[in-house]
């Protein structure tokens, strides 16, 4: 199965809220740990190596673009 690229998250406003309020009271380290935490825990959820390889390489790619 291929990684969906297509918006698939019924509120991406509320989502984009919950990932910013889990981070309101953290250190910039702790901030990091919880995002390392929160990708481990999707990858375990998705389960396919492949998928996963595949958001990491889109993710990257993603940062190299001008903004």
Request: hydrophobic residues 45%; without cysteine; aromatic residues 2%.
């Amino acid at each position: 199965m291929p990684l969906k690229r297509d918006p698939n998250v019924p509120d991406p406003d509320g989502f984009y809220a919950a990932i910013i309020d889990a981070h309101s009271d953290l250190d910039d380290a702790q901030s990091a740990a919880l995002n390392t935490r929160l990708v481990l825990l999707l990858a375990n959820h998705i389960g396919d190596p492949d998928v996963v390889r595949e958001a990491i390489a889109a993710a990257r790619r993603s940062l190299d673009r001008p903004a």
